[in-house]
């Protein structure tokens, strides 16, 4: 059995249905392959934060790509929206970190003074104005920042939304026990499947955590990604208790509209273990409890734990291989929910033959596949 497409990707993320999404607007032919469940791993497991100027990233290049997508995200969950009818629930009304010594409290001036140089727009808080913002924060608190124009989506709704407006819109996804891709010396030729061959004028390598693992890539166009996995919970919480996604010493808390609070995550290197653990748990908890007594009572709904693409220098490899026919499209860490809409611009635009300058800094040929894979990978 053989098919045609103009495009196959592999890897049913949100990633890889952001970019068939993007495609298929255009006008292509589009194939979703994946082995495990649409919009399930790490797309599943994250917290949804957009947050570029939190998440402190340092290098140029990517700080620019994740401020474009942060930039492009109200239209283009628009689209989806209109595609698919489900609301994904953004929210970019501002994160706020908390501090509860001076010393934090300092750390957090100095980053708003350097996000101030870079023409963000962010805000010190005192100790009164961050307690309205937010009363259920500790008696312990010393002050905060707040910073405008980040915010979250629900990200477990995300991917519901992109699977339905791929779906509308004629894209085809579909799980297989088997993907292997097949190439010659020259280029990708297609993919194989438990239900047979899929010829593909293009194939991209959307596969996260496993990217670096798929059957049948070239060594020198397999990116070296390793798993960093982050363990989350939720507890049950007041709807409106916790406003804004917020940050203290140690974890995070975001608030979803059904009344879940995540906190999260661990960063552990841990291979592709995906248990939950006892110390992971406690992690957590310690940190959220020490900014916040308050959430003591309240019931531990869910926990989790999800494996997020690393990489040796932390920047992820989008673009072009050495292989004619193969793009990359993985290894954004802690970033992959707020980075997907440029990625999907971006990575439809090298499909289409267009100029693809701004993912120069991110393409494979920027390091030794064999150097990267002996080396440590960040997870800084």
Same mark, same amino acid.
């Given at each position: 059995m053989s098919r045609t497409g103009?495009?196959?990707?592999?890897?049913?993320?949100?990633?890889?249905?952001?970019?068939?999404?993007?495609l298929i607007e255009r006008g292509a032919s589009v194939r979703v392959i994946d082995r495990g469940e649409p919009a399930g791993a790490a797309s599943w497991a994250a917290a949804g934060m957009l947050a570029p100027y939190t998440e402190r990233v340092r290098h140029a290049a990517l700080v620019r790509f994740c401020?474009?997508?942060?930039?492009?995200?109200? %239209?283009? &969950?628009?689209?989806v929206a209109?595609?698919?009818?489900?609301? /994904?629930?953004?929210?970019?009304d501002g994160v706020v970190h908390a501090a509860f010594d001076g010393a934090e409290l300092e750390s957090l001036l100095r980053h708003a003074q350097t996000l101030a140089a870079e023409r963000v727009d962010c805000e010190i808080l005192e100790r009164s104005s961050l307690l309205a913002s937010e009363p259920w924060l500790g008696a312990f608190v010393v002050g905060g920042l707040?910073?405008?124009?980040? %915010?979250? &989506?629900?990200?477990?709704?995300?991917?519901?939304?992109?699977? /339905?407006?791929?779906a509308a819109r004629g894209a085809r996804v579909e799980r297989s026990s088997i993907v292997r891709l097949?190439?010659?010396r020259r280029r990708a030729l297609g993919v194989h499947t438990e239900r047979g061959f899929v010829a593909a004028g293009a194939i991209v390598n959307a596969c996260g955590a496993w990217a670096g693992r798929v059957d049948g890539v070239p060594a020198?166009?397999?990116?070296?990604?390793?798993?960093?996995?982050?363990?989350?919970?939720?507890?049950?919480?007041?709807?409106?208790?916790?406003?804004?996604?917020?940050w203290v010493p140690g974890a995070y808390l975001v608030p979803r509209d059904d009344g879940r609070l995540l906190i999260g995550a661990t960063v552990e290197s841990a291979g592709f273990d995906e248990r939950i653990t006892a110390a992971g748990v406690h992690e957590l908890l310690h940190a959220a409890l020490a900014a916040a007594p308050a959430l003591r009572d309240f019931a531990i709904t869910e926990s989790w734990a999800g494996l997020r693409p690393g990489t040796p220098d932390g920047l992820p490899f989008?673009?072009?291989?050495?292989?004619?026919?193969?793009?990359?499209?993985?290894?954004?860490y802690r970033n992959g929910i707020l980075m997907a809409p440029a990625t999907a611009r971006s990575i439809a635009d090298a499909v289409e033959?267009?100029?693809?300058?701004?993912?120069?800094a991110f393409t494979l040929a920027r390091i030794g596949t064999e150097e990267a894979f002996g080396r440590r990978i960040t997870h800084a």
């Open positions: 103009d495009v196959v990707i592999v890897g049913a993320g949100v990633i890889g249905l952001a970019i068939a999404f993007e401020a474009a997508s942060l930039q492009e995200y109200p %239209g283009f &969950i628009a689209r209109a595609a698919s009818g489900v609301d /994904a629930h953004l929210r970019l707040r910073i405008a124009g980040e %915010g979250c &989506i629900d990200n477990r709704r995300l991917g519901r939304a992109l699977l /339905a407006a791929c097949e190439c010659d020198h166009c397999a990116p070296p990604v390793a798993p960093i996995k982050g363990q989350m919970i939720a507890l049950a919480a007041p709807i409106g208790l916790v406003r804004r996604p917020t989008l673009g072009r291989t050495p292989l004619e026919g193969l793009l990359l499209a993985t290894g954004h033959g267009r100029d693809t300058g701004a993912l120069e």
